[in-house]
């Protein structure tokens, strides 16, 4: 459909954005920069401080991002970090 | 035929028939028949030439059959209207008087002569003489030939699956022919599909859609293409090799379409099927009712790109495993005998008009948004709401002409629908919600089919108020979002300031942006507002000029869905006659290669665009595959040495008619080579326009602008011609693919060659020009007529001498 679209969607109400908790163990990164690499909302990014093993870890940019595919969990060779859904949280 | 073998130019002496035709008035009113029968009779060769009132009435056709036996005509000339209308009738009246179709000609006195120079009868006599002097030269000149009949395959390709996509297929896919449907979008359905009611009867639309979607989809003689795209066309009538591009779906066929994986998709998107008024996620379904039911993922909004898998929760959600990520783009090759084009329209965008604010007031919406607004499977759920605050708007006006009916954007076409759509939907308001002041701002109200007239009545019953006058502008109240439209009443001639709730912009139809791309597979022309040109506008309305093409709903022209279903069964129909006959016959108009006086050079195998010639390196000749040429006689043009020469349009014909031309006051005439699809076609549009233009052009028809030899143009200027015009189709659109580069090529080698010479080069012209553009031809001719008052009697002796090679060999 070649029309230009110019009108926000009005049912955008309905669609509840992920809410992501991401958690990172930082003195676990080794620096690999897999998870910056890999996070297809670019969440995260190479931070300036220095964690114990000497490397520089990830840090969040914007949580909000997030949609909570888990891929950095599944590619961190460290297990150093993993991502929550605050909405299950709850006990719901 | 063996009677015409026997009555060939070798063993009989030539005898021509010449017939001058009065056409009513149409040629008689502008051109004195009798003198130019009466001329015709002093030309070499003709033994008889009479002028009739009409020479296509049975009579007069009887008068020639007749003739030919009795006079022992072996060569017949109708001076009248245009080949393109009237040439199968007269070759028709030949045939069954025993003479090869081949030994007639035409003179077209009536599109180029008589309607073009109406007010100058002395002028258009001695150019209507002029112009049959090169008919009987020609004439003199034909040798019989004998047509090739080609199987046609019993398949047809339907691109775009809107409805006229969908009747034609039906309807073809009944009769029994197998069907290659050809849908862009994931989805058939097109346009209707996202109408709320339909007018005048207040059907629902999807409804009355939705089962003939659902057969399409399952009928055994349909083969569904959708997410696809015609990407090559070959071939000719009867025998096209079509390259479809399926791109891939990323979800099979084994989808029940539940939806579950809709729920865990995480990315969302405007969905383009409802405007952007609601939302998609990256894995969808347009609408409900589509066909295929499967659903598909939008790789440009998935988070799995270049095949990491990165979310898999659609494939997780996914019971029976219908998700694949590895799916590739593939081709299919169908090879079908004829193709309807049912590609469709655009809607106007009216974000270029700054007055109406639309893209920046949130209240004012277009006439598709309010269709996806209204409808129950819609954002909105069938509720009117305005986008601003969600809430159902008490007063509404609608403007029409938006994106019609003005030179401001220049569309100056009416779009057919939207007059009785707004007043459809003014109805649907005041059916859910009767308190609901409604405005419809209009310049005419245009109900002109059956029972529309009728609905408009309902609406002014109803209390919809109808006020001429479009609103020259829309202002928004920035506190709560309502507008005020602010114009003229014309029938009042009152001053308005109407403050509303909401506005509706009555948006247009318009030519499919990517028109383009099928124009240029298929050879199509369009017209001046972009749809595809139709081969005759009255008799022929659903063909294209290209043979086995047939055009159905709004590709051809702006229309509603009952008239783009009939259109589209008449395009089955039209494309069955063809198929039934299960033959067609292919014009001899193929190229004769002389093996003796072939050097090998294999310039003609380089320019063929059909790759039909091949190079014989042992024989050191050149070899024709007739089955493949496509008939432009552009390798004969290319030969330097004479070794080929097109049927039909030899070079000795030709040259017959260029001398026939240059013969008296040449120094006063343009010699004009039309291609017989674009420009031949255009300066006949500019005949039935009736565009005046100087007399003194002659035009001399070859198949295409690829056949002008240089050799052609040399000639006309040694021979004192003041001008040469060499016109053909628009580069891209050439009917021979790209036999016109050649031309051009051709055209530019001859400007060097005069300038180097010291000629004024502005006496060879080159114009592109579609068979649309009759104004674009007539204006070229206006313009030159300047350049041959200003050509000097040395300029033209000069012209004689740097050309004078030309002059021999023929």
Request: charged share 25%.
């Amino acid at each position: 459909m070649p029309e230009r679209i110019r009108h926000a969607p009005l049912d955008r109400e309905k669609v509840k954005p992920a809410n992501a908790e991401i958690h990172l163990f930082k003195d676990e990164c080794k620096g690999c920069d897999y998870c910056i690499e890999f996070c297809p909302k670019k969440v995260l990014e190479e931070s300036d401080e220095i964690n114990a093993r000497g490397v520089h870890p990830p840090k969040i940019v914007d949580e909000s991002k997030c949609v909570i595919c888990s891929f950095c969990t599944a590619v961190c060779p460290d297990f150093a970090i993993f991502v929550v859904d605050k909405s299950n949280k709850g006990g719901k | 035929m063996a009677e015409s073998k026997e009555s060939g130019p070798k063993q009989d002496p030539i005898r021509i028939g010449v017939y001058v035709c009065h056409c009513g008035l149409n040629i008689a009113g502008s051109v004195d028949c009798a003198e130019v029968a009466k001329f015709a009779a002093t030309l070499p060769h003709v033994v008889l030439a009479q002028d009739n009132r009409y020479t296509c009435s049975d009579q007069s056709q009887a008068g020639i059959k007749k003739d030919i036996k009795e006079h022992r005509l072996n060569r017949v000339v109708v001076a009248s209207c245009s080949p393109r209308l009237h040439e199968p009738t007269f070759r028709k009246a030949c045939e069954e008087a025993g003479l090869n179709k081949y030994l007639f000609e035409m003179a077209n006195i009536r599109e180029h002569c008589s309607w073009v120079h109406l007010y100058d009868r002395e002028a258009a006599t001695a150019k209507a003489k002029d112009l049959v002097k090169m008919a009987v030269a020609k004439a003199a000149l034909l040798e019989p030939a004998e047509e090739v009949e080609v199987p046609i395959a019993r398949k047809t390709l339907v691109i775009g699956g809107g409805v006229a996509g969908i009747q034609a297929a039906l309807d073809l896919a009944d009769t029994g022919y197998k069907v290659y449907l050809v849908e862009k979008e994931p989805s058939i359905g097109g346009m209707m599909a996202r109408i709320d009611k339909t007018f005048p009867t207040m059907d629902c639309s999807i409804c009355i859609l939705a089962p003939k979607m659902s057969d399409a989809g399952h009928h055994p003689n349909i083969e569904l293409f959708t997410n696809s795209e015609v990407v090559e066309v070959r071939g000719y009538i009867g025998n096209f090799h079509a390259k479809v591009l399926k791109k891939p779906r990323y979800v099979i066929k084994d989808c029940t379409a539940c939806g579950e994986c809709v729920k865990v998709c995480p990315v969302i998107a405007p969905n383009e099927f409802d405007v952007g008024l609601a939302i998609r996620h990256a894995i969808y379904t347009p609408f409900a009712q589509a066909v295929p039911s499967t659903y598909i993922i939008d790789m440009n909004l998935c988070l799995n790109k270049e095949g990491v898998i990165v979310c898999d929760k659609c494939i997780k959600a996914c019971e029976r495993q219908a998700i694949k990520f590895e799916m590739k783009p593939e081709t299919e090759e169908p090879e079908v005998g004829t193709i309807i084009v049912a590609t469709g329209a655009d809607v106007f965008d009216p974000s270029g008009l700054p007055n109406y604010g639309y893209g920046r007031f949130p209240n004012v919406i277009t006439s598709l948004e309010f269709e996806r607004l209204i409808n129950a499977g819609g954002p909105s759920g069938g509720h009117l709401i305005r986008p601003s605050d969600m809430q159902i708007p008490k007063r509404v006006a609608f403007i029409q002409c938006v994106g019609s009916r003005s030179d401001r954007n220049s569309r100056l076409y009416c779009s057919n629908v939207c007059c009785m759509n707004t007043i459809k939907d003014s109805l649907l308001i005041k059916e859910h919600w009767p308190d609901t002041e409604i405005y419809v701002f209009y310049i005419d109200i245009r109900a002109y089919g059956k029972g529309f007239e009728d609905l408009y009545q309902r609406a002014r019953k109803e209390g919809v108020i109808f006020i001429r006058g479009l609103p020259a502008e829309i202002v928004e109240n920035k506190k709560n979002h309502n507008v005020w439209l602010i114009g003229e009443n014309t029938l009042q001639k009152k001053l308005y300031k109407i403050d509303v709730d909401m506005t509706i912009l009555s948006i247009g139809l318009e030519a499919r942006k990517d028109s383009e791309i099928i124009q240029r597979l298929l050879t199509l022309s369009r017209n001046q507002d972009g749809f595809f040109l139709e081969a005759h506008p009255k008799l022929r309305p659903v063909d294209a000029a290209t043979g086995g093409v047939f055009f159905a709903g709004c590709a051809e022209s702006p229309k509603d869905i009952k008239d783009s279903v009939t259109q589209a069964s008449a395009a089955a129909a039209r494309a069955g006659i063809l198929m039934a006959k299960g033959k067609v016959t292919v014009e001899a108009i193929t190229p004769i290669a002389y093996a003796e006086k072939c050097k090998a050079c294999g310039l003609c195998v380089k320019v063929c665009p059909y790759n039909a010639i091949t190079l014989n390196k042992d024989l050191k000749r050149v070899e024709i595959i007739e089955a493949a040429c496509g008939g432009c006689g552009t390798c004969a043009a290319e030969c330097n040495f004479g070794a080929l020469t097109q049927k039909h349009f030899t070079d000795e014909q030709i040259i017959a008619q260029i001398d026939a031309v240059t013969e008296h006051d040449a120094e006063k005439k343009i010699v004009a080579f039309c291609c017989n699809w674009c420009s031949y076609a255009g300066a006949d549009f500019a005949g039935v326009s009736r565009m005046q233009y100087p007399p003194n052009v002659r035009i001399i028809r070859t198949m295409c602008s690829g056949r002008v030899a240089p050799k052609f143009v040399e000639r006309a200027f040694a021979r004192g011609a003041a001008t040469v015009l060499v016109t053909g189709c628009h580069l891209g659109d050439c009917h021979y693919i790209n036999a016109n580069y050649q031309t051009q090529k051709r055209v530019e080698a001859l400007w060097k060659k005069m300038e180097q010479n010291g000629l004024n080069k502005e006496r060879l012209q080159l114009l592109w020009a579609s068979a649309a553009e009759g104004e674009r031809f007539a204006s070229k001719i206006r313009e030159m007529k300047p350049i041959i008052e200003n050509v000097k009697p040395e300029e033209i002796d000069k012209a004689k001498k740097v050309f004078e090679k030309a002059l021999g060999g023929s």
